[in-house]
């Protein structure tokens, strides 16, 4: 109890911070700048990542464009009539009115803010257009929003009106078809040839004449209306959107003409949805898991489509295109936080050896301070206040620069860095105040001394087999659980705890590799001393004693191999992403340059026609169907079904940068069983494997069977895709109708924009610049080659302090030497083979240890969410990039030498062999 009366609180000594920080004002600024540029880089990449995650969620919404959409469907009230007919709803329009303000408030505060306001759409059913050469259709289309439908001016006839002046009127079942009054485009009217007061011809799916008349021609007042997306139609002749060679016309109906739209067409015919359109600006990275949920529980409550009532059904993929950007976006803050631990980890230790270097020069007056009486307390809180002093201050700075940079400021990563540049030298110099006061001797008994040393390995021993379990669970983590968060609906899209493990496996993988180094290294000294002494040479003798004198010295060999290695490895990232993006561009496209036509425009002499063009190498013809209808043991699959010549499509892809599909060969093959075509398959889910019977249906006809006989090469980079060489369909009655044309060459651009077709031209080197520009693509790229820049410029200062550390030492053993006639440059090539070790080690097997590290950990990065491939990139070593980076470590080496050298040109011998008296 008298113990803890008497004890005091430390007593700092003022005058001896304010010196001791005025004799050493070089390292402690060497520290601050340390700690201040690490803190920037650790305080604005997490904010300036989520600024492009939530750039990158835009975009995403942005390219799903309908895709993206949240429709609302709901049946209509039963229109049946007191007599056994159909009667008349004047007030149908109002009907719909209340339907969108109904699905309007079912949104919730937080989908209606990330939405536009909504439109209602009301389409009748897909009529034929009787008469013509080529097959027509024709579908009414009522839109309606919170103002109205879009603006129009009529420029012929009037704006449709009721068929009937009567406000009830029931009409029988089986009566003669109901009139309905639509307005028709200029586009429209012209491609028909009719105008105001014409019927267009039009017949239903079960033969049925329809009674369509045009009340006249109208003019958009603005075509960039958002309601006029939802039926294209209304502007312009639709070709294809109807199946491959036809034509879509439609006519637009009015508030007074959609009560007899319902009577022109069965009951059940006549279908409505409000439509939703995001607002992507007004979408972020924190909103989209509520959003993507709220999505979820929307159509989770959705009503039966068999229902008869009036429930409301929704129907969207906005929750999985908000899914898969936060997929993407956690996949690249996983990415760089990885780049991130191993800077953090690179900058802690090269603050490790600033301190250290700071302690040796203190280590005189700390040993006198503390023999003339000073409490270790006393001293430690001295030390304690000057690094946290600087470090504070040096941080500060950092994170203000961030915030002058950035949107915003994250401290959660410089805290590390804080605490290791305020710790690491007042941790460092209570160890050597409290040894230099120590009074127990070195033991006289063999025995006692062995026990010390055994102490000391195995303390050792422990802490590097704690470092490799630790690396080992890291990378059985990365590679079992990959670094993916779990989704969750309170996700907030921070990293959480479960990825500390297998976000350090690279870190860790690096550390374990430098202290095998460190292992190896003074056993490979020792062996060159005893070579050395063999020899003749008395400098080879005296640098690989003292190399051998100085190669247990951990703190160098672990700066140097770690951020050579980590360097290493953000080189290969960056190198294999960009490479990545190059190989993902041709997936993507699938050539130099792509042509998405009409069916009536992809005939042989449009081929012919470009083949002919000035740099033109080849084209091949296909047709491409998204989503096509293929049933496998009466389960409906929908993959991309491409029919192609087999053999042109081998040429292009052998002249091609995309790999190659030796399977192509067995379509020409004869199937397995008589029949049969046979098909390669690719599936994402594993839905299409090889072997599995398929069936591809027909109108009017039986299906056709597919024998599914290999694995299929990625098309444009759909997951599931079923290849089929149009030969051999149309041997079995389908004959392909190509709508795409793959072009290869320099001219290939050119030579599609030129073919004065309509058609949507799709350029390889467009689909690569969208892709380097994406917010997370080019956020991954710049700090992959920041972290490189860093981690080097870190080992060299790194090399810099270790030299500075011991340069005392040597030069005091090197100036003696000299009295035994070692002559100036002699010396200097002694310090280089004292020198050059550790760093010829660290600049051969760090760039080795960063390619093992990327081979091991690249994988399970998920690379391919970044680069939009369908599998991981491939690795690629830039040896040019490694090679210059060692060469630069072995530079900054060869350059202390000298400077040391000219330094101590002026020390006095005398000096120098009184050291120590």
């Given at each position: ?477 990365l590679h079992q659980r990959g670094l993916l968060p779990v ?9 959480t705890g479960d990825l500390i493990l297998p976000i350090s ?413």
């Amino acid at each position: 109890m008298n113990r803890w009366l008497t004890r005091r609180w430390p007593a700092p000594h003022w005058p001896s911070i304010r010196g001791r920080g005025r004799t050493d004002a070089g390292p402690l600024l060497l520290t601050a700048a340390v700690v201040a540029a690490v803190t920037l880089l650790a305080g604005a990449v997490p904010v300036l990542l989520r600024a492009a995650a939530d750039d990158a969620v835009q975009d995403t919404v942005r390219r799903a464009g309908p895709d993206a959409n949240v429709l609302v469907h709901a049946n209509w009230e039963r229109d049946d009539g007191p007599t056994g007919g159909r009667v008349r709803m004047p007030d149908l329009a109002e009907d719909v009115d209340d339907f969108r303000t109904r699905a309007a408030y079912a949104l919730g505060p937080d989908l209606d803010a990330a939405l536009l306001p909504p439109v209602a759409a009301v389409n009748g059913p897909i009529l034929s257009i009787t008469g013509g050469s080529m097959p027509r259709t024709f579908q009414f289309t009522y839109l309606a929003g919170d103002l109205g439908g879009p603006d129009v001016t009529w420029t012929a006839g009037t704006p449709p009106g009721p068929a009937v002046s009567d406000q009830y009127v029931e009409t029988p079942y089986d009566g003669p078809p109901w009139p309905v009054q639509v307005g028709l485009s200029e586009e429209d009217a012209t491609a028909l040839d009719l105008g105001p007061g014409d019927r267009i011809p039009l017949r239903d799916g079960q033969g049925r004449d329809k009674d369509v008349r045009i009340s006249g021609i109208y003019r958009p007042a603005d075509s960039a209306d958002p309601a006029w997306r939802l039926a294209p139609a209304l502007l312009r002749p639709a070709p294809g959107a109807d199946g491959v060679g036809t034509t879509r016309f439609a006519g637009l109906l009015s508030r007074e003409s959609l009560p007899d739209a319902r009577l022109a067409v069965d009951e059940d015919q006549l279908r409505r949805t409000v439509h939703f359109a995001p607002v992507p600006d007004a979408l972020t990275w924190n909103a989209t898991a509520a959003l993507a949920s709220q999505m979820v529980k929307l159509k989770a409550a959705s009503g039966s489509s068999g229902d008869r009532e009036q429930s409301l059904r929704w129907e969207s993929q906005l929750d999985t295109v908000l899914r898969d950007a936060r997929t993407r976006n956690s996949a690249a803050f996983a990415q760089a936080a990885v780049l991130l631990a191993g800077v953090l980890t690179a900058t802690v230790l090269v603050l490790l050896l600033a301190a250290d270097l700071l302690v040796r020069r203190r280590a005189p007056v700390l040993g006198a301070a503390r023999q003339r009486g000073a409490a270790l307390p006393d001293l430690g809180t001295e030390l304690i206040t000057e690094s946290t002093v600087v470090s504070l201050s040096a941080a500060a700075v950092g994170l203000a620069l961030a915030r002058a940079v950035a949107p915003g400021v994250s401290w959660t990563w410089a805290v590390p860095v804080v605490l290791a540049g305020a710790a690491a030298g007042p941790a460092f110099g209570t160890l050597t105040a409290a040894r230099a006061s120590r009074d127990r001797r070195q033991p006289a008994n063999p025995a006692a001394r062995r026990w010390i040393r055994a102490t000391g390995q195995l303390r050792r021993a422990s802490m590097e087999a704690a470092v490799l379990i630790a690396a080992v669970a890291a990378f059985v983590t990365l590679h079992q659980r990959g670094l993916l968060p779990v989704a969750s609906d309170g996700d907030t899209g921070e990293l959480t705890g479960d990825l500390i493990l297998p976000i350090s496996a690279l870190t860790l993988g690096a550390l374990v590799g430098a202290l095998v180094l460190l292992r190896l290294l003074p056993l490979g000294a020792r062996f060159a001393l005893r070579q050395a002494l063999r020899s003749r040479r008395p400098l080879a003798v005296f640098s690989a004693a003292q190399a051998a004198t100085t190669a247990g010295r951990a703190l160098p060999l672990l700066v140097l191999v770690s951020t050579t290695a980590l360097a290493s490895f953000a080189l290969i990232l960056g190198t294999t992403v960009t490479r990545g993006l190059a190989d993902g561009a041709w997936s993507t496209v699938g050539a130099d340059a792509r042509l998405d036509v009409g069916a009536d425009a992809a005939t042989p002499a449009l081929a012919e026609r470009i083949a002919a063009a000035p740099g033109v190498e080849q084209v091949v013809v296909a047709q491409v169907t998204d989503s096509a209808r293929v049933f496998s043991e009466s389960t409906l699959l929908t993959p991309r079904l491409v029919i192609v010549d087999t053999a042109a499509f081998q040429r292009l892809l052998a002249s091609t940068p995309l790999p190659d599909a030796p399977a192509l060969a067995r379509l020409t093959a004869p199937g397995r069983g008589p029949g049969d075509v046979p098909a390669l398959v690719r599936s994402g889910d594993g839905a299409l494997r090889t072997g599995t019977p398929l069936q591809l249906p027909r109108d009017g006809a039986p299906a056709i069977r597919l024998a599914a006989v290999g694995t299929a090469p990625s098309v444009g980079g759909a997951t599931d895709v079923v290849v089929v060489d149009a030969a051999a369909l149309a041997e079995a009655g389908l004959p392909a109708v190509p709508n795409t044309v793959w072009v290869t060459g320099p001219g290939a651009a050119r030579a599609l924009s030129n073919t004065g077709v309509a058609a949507d031209v799709v350029l390889r080197a467009d689909a690569l610049r969208a892709q380097r520009v994406a917010p997370l693509t080019a956020g991954l790229l710049r700090l992959a080659w920041t972290a490189a820049a860093v981690l080097l410029a870190l080992g060299m200062l790194g090399l810099t302090l270790a030299a500075a550390a011991g340069a005392s030492e040597r030069w005091q053993t090197l100036t003696r030497l000299r009295t035994l006639g070692l002559r100036p440059r002699d010396v200097r090539w002694v310090a280089a083979g004292e020198l050059l070790p550790p760093v010829v080690v660290a600049a051969v097997c760090g760039p080795l240890l960063g390619a093992l590290l990327a081979r091991l950990t690249l994988g399970p990065l998920d690379l391919r969410l970044l680069t939009g491939q369908g599998d991981n990139p491939a690795t690629v070593l830039p040896w040019w990039l490694l090679g210059l980076a060692s060469v630069a470590l072995l530079a900054a080496a060869a350059t202390v030498v000298p400077v040391e050298s000219a330094l101590r040109r002026r020390d006095r011998l005398s000096e120098v062999l009184r050291a120590g008296e």
